[in-house]
């Protein structure tokens, strides 16, 4: 019988990121994930591929930014680039010792870093878009996430668990399942010209026009439960406001409100973390355009955590991320930036396609 962790494992190897003989497969973890670093590392093995382990030290990227001079922030390393290049399937593995180990970094240091590791997203995408390199990303149960969360460690793992219907059978066959759900929901989206979401302080216009909504049931997020795509970049008009506090790299935003003209970010506010947020934003001329806007599915998961990974498909809730798109989606934007922020939909708010009601109060009419 199969440990949790195996099964985990098979369903990250064999479903999500479908590893195949002689594949060059990078699996990069926090030292505390490794349970489900060794159970994904045999995995990989017995099914002739050919695996790299990659361990992130606890404390190692507080050093870095404290440390690193511009110049340093701004160095990408020959061997990272060459992996982007050449790699058949990223695994990697979140178990943080400190949800908050970079919440007194300065934001410029942060902006400067991912603004330097810009070209390896856009490789990843682009490679990603063609279909030759398939990656995801994951949790291992950690005291930090489940504190965060405000759970024992014993009720975050099964949480975790239930939210990766890991506690099925045959998880693999329940994603299908979803999959097959979601899918309708893609056709029915795809052909759409304009979106118009209504709600609190809400009043925003999308063209969607040409792109393509992607089902997203376990390939590149696990657990998963959501359908998204990219908006044409200089279509959004009008404001929205984001009741879900906004975590981004060990910072947090809450009450964000964004004001649009002609997709660009033209005002924007937070009752907590305005600077933070507004530096985010100001990293490169991408980053005040929208990249993503998605509906979130996952019904096993209703409360914010502080983990992006999970909370961005609480059943019920909308998100739109700033900075770069989707290729896969037709997206255009380019940014070093991708941050996801969270609406809750299940207030009286409203998504109309076409002018057409699809989704009130959470839940899709289509």
Not at 37 to 54: C, D, F, S, W
Not at 65 to 92: C, G
Not at 113 to 132: D, G, H, I, N
Request: charged fraction near 25%; include cysteine; aromatic fraction near 10%.
């Amino acid at each position: 019988m199969k440990t949790l962790w195996q099964k985990y494992a098979q369903v990250l190897v064999d479903y999500s990121t479908e590893v195949k003989e002689n594949d060059l497969v990078i699996i990069s973890a926090e030292a505390q994930a490794q349970p489900l670093v060794l159970a994904v590392y045999e995995e990989v093995l017995k099914r002739g591929a050919n695996p790299i382990v990659r361990i992130r030290l606890d404390g190692q990227p507080e050093t870095y930014f404290k440390f690193a001079s511009d110049k340093q922030l701004e160095f990408i390393d020959p061997f990272t680039k060459n992996e982007y290049e050449t790699v058949d399937k990223f695994i990697s593995i979140g178990a943080p010792y400190n949800v908050k180990n970079m919440a007194k970094v300065p934001p410029a240091k942060l902006a400067k870093a991912s603004a330097a590791r810009r070209p390896l997203s856009e490789t990843m995408l682009r490679r990603a878009a063609e279909k030759s390199l398939s990656w995801v990303i994951c949790d291992f149960p950690s005291n930090a996430l489940a504190q965060e969360a405000k759970m024992s460690i014993y009720d975050y793992e099964e949480f975790l668990i239930n939210a990766c219907y890991l506690h099925f059978d045959d998880p693999v066959a329940k994603w299908k399942e979803i999959g097959a759900t979601q899918e309708r929901l893609v056709n029915g989206l795809n052909g759409t010209k304009t979106l118009k979401i209504i709600g609190e302080k809400t009043d925003l216009t999308l063209s969607v026009d040409g792109r393509k909504w992607i089902n997203c049931c376990g390939s590149n997020n696990f657990p998963d439960g959501e359908v998204f795509t990219s908006p044409v970049e200089d279509s959004a008009e009008g404001e929205i406001f984001f009741d879900f506090p906004a975590l981004y790299r060990g910072n947090e935003a809450h009450n964000i409100h964004i004001k649009f003209e002609k997709g660009k970010v033209v005002h924007a506010t937070a009752e907590k973390g305005e600077d933070f947020f507004l530096n985010m934003i100001n990293q490169d001329e991408g980053a005040r355009f929208l990249g993503e806007m998605a509906f979130g599915t996952n019904d096993m998961i209703q409360d914010v955590t502080g983990n992006i990974l999970f909370d961005e498909k609480i059943g019920g809730s909308i998100h739109l991320a700033l900075g770069s798109s989707y290729p896969e989606t037709g997206g255009k934007n380019v940014s070093g930036l991708h941050w996801d922020i969270i609406k809750n939909m299940k207030n009286g708010s409203e998504v109309y396609a076409d002018d057409k009601l699809v989704y009130k109060d959470g839940k899709f009419m289509i």
